[in-house]
């Protein structure tokens, strides 16, 4: 049997700092939005007051609900097309233009966001398109489809193919044989690369800003806005939320991948 090496005390203090690095920030951020004063670094006691302010300020809740809409439109829409094209890669390994396909597809995973954006400001001005909702969703594909379709092929890559051709043989056609056995196996991928493209969305500042318009400011573009000028306890609290909005995300997502797997085991031997 092989021994099971414990940790180190220089290992444990790594890992400590490495968390404390990573969140101890964030949970200061969250501690301060439940402070009584006005000023940010100074604690005043416990109160909701700046929660109270936060949904009083109009415009941070519509840029917040913007920011919503398009991070849930965004990452649906990336999660179709780069199902799509992960399946298209994955199952299609010598159609013409594969490479260039690929290349142009895992772009924006290499390209900075500055010439993304600016790019795509110079494709909407040529096309004379108004600048807003739309033009922001557009832009929030384009950078998150290619990680939806690296997460996906590379569930596609793990998967056994002779479960399809079993389907296949026993009288499904590829579209059947697919909806039927592959779709319910990579759900949990497609899932995952949902739950990435709305926080990659949902976080995104230099693209949107590129391609937003006069009343569609996400809620980034506020907050970048209203730093500028100096923090507020709004912001805290509104980061608060998004922290909170972020963890229900990653719990619901967690369930379904597991109930998807689950029952896609239990499918997959018929």
């Not at 940790?7 to 890992?15: D, G």
């Not at 926080?199 to 937003?212: G, M």
Request: hydrophobic share 55%; with cysteine; net charge positive.
């Amino acid at each position: 049997m092989r021994k099971v090496s414990r940790l180190s005390r220089f290992n444990i203090a790594s890992l400590a700092l490495g968390l404390a690095f990573l969140y101890l920030p964030i949970l200061i951020l969250v501690i301060y939005s439940f402070n009584a004063s006005r000023l940010v670094t100074v604690w005043g006691g416990w109160s909701l007051r700046w929660y109270r302010e936060l949904f009083n300020d109009r415009a941070m809740i519509e840029a917040a609900w913007m920011s919503l809409r398009v991070a849930v439109s965004s990452a649906t829409i990336a999660t179709l097309l780069g199902t799509l094209a992960a399946v298209a890669l994955s199952r299609g390994e010598s159609f013409r233009g594969r490479t260039l396909f690929s290349g142009m597809l895992y772009a924006p995973l290499v390209m900075p966001e500055v010439i993304t954006g600016l790019s795509l400001l110079l494709l909407f001005v040529a096309l004379n398109a108004e600048r807003g909702f739309w033009t922001v969703t557009i832009a929030h594909t384009t950078l998150t489809m290619c990680f939806v379709a690296v997460v996906v092929q590379s569930r596609l890559g793990s998967l056994d193919r002779s479960l399809e051709e079993a389907a296949m043989d026993l009288g499904c056609n590829p579209a059947r044989a697919f909806v039927a056995v592959t779709l319910p196996l990579i759900a949990p991928a497609i899932v995952a690369g949902w739950m990435l493209a709305f926080t990659l969305s949902l976080d995104d500042l230099v693209i949107a800003s590129f391609t937003t318009g006069p009343g569609s400011a996400t809620l980034p573009i506020r907050i970048y806005s209203e730093v500028r000028l100096g923090v507020k306890p709004e912001i805290n609290a509104i980061c608060t939320l998004v922290i909170a909005l972020i963890a229900v995300v990653i719990v619901i997502a967690s369930l379904a991948s597991k109930l998807s797997s689950s029952q896609g085991e239990s499918a997959a031997p018929l």
